[in-house]
């Protein structure tokens, strides 16, 4: 090919392509809020809310009952600017096609991919209150991830598009233990997507591998008897005691049970039988032998539309941690594995500012793809050569935590 060819519009959209084929966890999640930010010059910090579902209770009889319309909203917001950049001579710039793709667009593309990837799946698992395996535990059987998909069906989560996303030792540890079940022999390998490792198996329609899977750390405490401390409590907070004297500490994450309050189907509003999951959404301390009042989601809502448990907790009702053993907890590092529709997470990538003067800018955007990157050139007369900069500009949301389970490991 004539070297010609490499334009900066012809290089930017090659560095989106590529960046695409590489997402693993960013391509697998709601990507239909891009059309919200399509504006010249987007920021870091601009927001938009997603209005989420409604929810409805059903009646029984000819009378008409009316019910409120309760709009929820969850606030998207443009938090990440990350760029690549280099500085290249114009003979490097004439070089083929092929030898510019392989020595700068590719490692450009992969660099910006990873970090895409790293900041979703490090910032959304704190907002996920639905838990299976033990902390610091590596899932070795079936049974880890069928006990995810139930709390998912349980859910009211639709069985078809499930997705997850492992880290690389629980991927290897539960490929072991299904050699036979995970191999695509009816398929072509190179239809599957760099990452993917199987079809369908377990009620999920893919897997994938990634290193990037955030990795927690618990909190702890000394011997406590925690309870709650008050009966009656709704809401997002709860007043609770018998922590272990200024020693405990819950971490943003660690995610708790409560004695005698179960979730309920979003859809039917019947109890499922299983202990609601909480998480706590900010890291807390005790004071004395009382916790500060501990931030939590979800809330409890006892009844109406938006019913969450079959119960607010009783006094004194026991709460027992994910991880803690009878009467401690060690701070411990588990890997956060995510099994989810990818409607429970969104990512929004918007257009940044085309500098007028003095550099050279071009702007790639494709709706297709659900990518935006802008690439920045301005040509250096003492060094003959021109600092280039990609830039992509985009913020990760959780819209409905409900829809999805973390897997610890």
């Given amino acids: 090919m004539a070297n010609s060819l490499v334009t900066p519009t012809w290089y930017t959209k090659e560095v989106a392509r590529i960046l695409v084929n590489n997402l693993k966890f960013a391509a697998n999640v709601n990507r239909s809020y891009d059309d919200a930010y399509v504006q010249a010059g987007a920021k870091v910090g601009y927001t938009v809310n997603a209005r989420l579902p409604q929810r409805f209770t059903v009646t029984e009889g000819q009378a008409l009952q009316t019910q409120g319309i309760n709009d929820q909203y969850t606030p998207i917001t443009l938090t990440h600017q990350k760029n690549v950049a280099y500085s290249w001579s114009t003979a490097s710039m004439t070089q083929e096609i092929e030898m510019v793709r392989e020595r700068y667009v590719k490692p450009a593309a992969t660099a910006l991919a990873n970090v895409i990837d790293y900041d979703g799946l490090n910032t959304v698992y704190t907002d996920v209150y639905q838990s299976v395996g033990t902390p610091g535990t590596t899932p070795s059987s079936n049974l880890t991830y069928l006990q995810a998909g139930a709390k998912l069906t349980n859910s009211a989560v639709p069985s078809d598009g499930r997705v997850a996303v492992l880290d690389p030792t629980s991927m290897v540890t539960l490929a072991n233990a299904n050699l036979t079940l995970f191999n695509p022999s009816a398929q072509i390998s190179e239809q599957y ?56 500490t819950l971490n943003k994450g660690d995610i708790f049970t409560i004695a005698g309050v179960f979730a309920v189907n979003p859809v039917s509003y019947a109890s499922t039988g299983a202990l609601q999951q909480f998480v706590v959404t900010a890291t807390t301390t005790s004071s004395g032998v009382n916790m500060a009042t501990l931030p939590i989601s979800p809330a409890i809502v006892t009844s109406g539309q938006l019913q969450t448990v079959t119960a607010s907790p009783a006094d004194n009702a026991a709460i027992t941690v994910v991880g803690a053993g009878a009467s401690t907890m060690t701070a411990t590092v588990t890997s956060q594995s995510l099994l989810y529709h990818p409607d429970a997470f969104a990512l929004v990538m918007a257009d940044l500012h085309r500098p007028q003067s003095g550099a050279e800018a071009t702007v790639v955007r494709s709706k297709e793809l659900g990518v935006s990157i802008r690439m920045v050139q301005q040509y250096q007369i003492g060094t003959d050569s021109e600092p280039t900069r990609l830039d992509v500009l985009y913020g990760w949301a959780t819209l409905r935590p409900t829809l999805a389970v973390r897997v610890q490991g």
């Fill in 193 to 248: 997507r760099e990452g993917q490792f199987a079809s369908r198996a377990l009620g999920v329609s893919e897997w994938y591998e990634d290193a990037n899977v955030a990795k927690f750390t618990t909190g702890s405490y000394t011997t406590s008897t925690p309870l709650i401390n008050g009966a009656s409590q709704t809401g997002s907070s709860l007043v609770t005691d018998g922590w272990a004297s200024s020693a405990a």
